[in-house]
């Protein structure tokens, strides 16, 4: 068993019992047609600084602009407050992973157009997540923002990789921890060739064609 499996492990452990599912008076059919738009968690992954949060924040933006409900679960956010525990070992990363892969599908089931972005390096673990989303029939879109690594340490906003490179961080992605690219990803954006409202145009575009968003037959006032 690898270190990442052991802590994914660990990390999905049930100890919670006598626990049972309540299940709402309210089905997600009937939130999804409320909003005209279907319950969806789309997973931007990528090195840091490859552009993942401003994506997913211009596409927040342009899709309240078009009258839809999305939210973006940002990594540095989330570890100011639910996971704020959470350090970056293998188990804590496995665990930072687990988290906001349960509240995604929740803010889905409730019919967000629900955005994360973390750089979830490895594959199982983002694999992991999709699977949670399907047991659940909810849509889940793996977005790979394949920025090179030469353009993130170019731009490098918090100057990580600077420190990476000193040796002051440890285990930092793709310096001397890994990065595992999605084999097969819904969407693929080159955040080095277009800007931030480009890229969030494609995705639009595939939200459209996939029937997530304008499920009613109509786009709703803006």
Request: proline share 5%.
């Amino acid at each position: 068993m690898s270190d990442n499996e052991r802590a994914w492990q660990a990390a999905s452990q049930v100890k919670a019992t006598n626990v049972t599912w309540h299940f709402s008076h309210v089905g997600r059919d009937s939130r999804e047609q409320l909003l005209n738009q279907k319950g969806a968690t789309l997973w931007f992954t990528g090195l840091s600084a490859s552009g993942k949060s401003t994506i997913a924040f211009t596409l927040e933006h342009l899709l309240i602009e078009k009258g839809y409900m999305p939210y973006v679960l940002d990594g540095d956010n989330v570890r100011q407050g639910l996971n704020k525990n959470l350090g970056f070992s293998a188990d804590d990363r496995a665990e930072n992973i687990r988290r906001i892969g349960e509240v995604a599908r929740l803010f889905a089931d409730a019919g967000l157009i629900t955005m994360t972005s973390f750089i979830s390096p490895y594959r199982m673990d983002r694999d992991r997540v999709r699977d949670l989303h399907d047991e659940a029939n909810v849509p889940f879109l793996e977005i790979f923002v394949d920025t090179p690594i030469a353009v993130c340490e170019d731009r490098d906003p918090k100057g990580l990789y600077q420190r990476a490179r000193a040796g002051e961080i440890k285990m930092f992605t793709g310096i001397d921890d890994p990065y595992e690219p999605p084999l097969e990803p819904e969407i693929v954006i080159r955040a080095d060739q277009l800007d931030p409202p480009a890229c969030a145009k494609v995705i639009i575009e595939r939200l459209q064609d996939m029937g997530i968003t304008n499920i009613n037959g109509a786009r709703p006032a803006v």
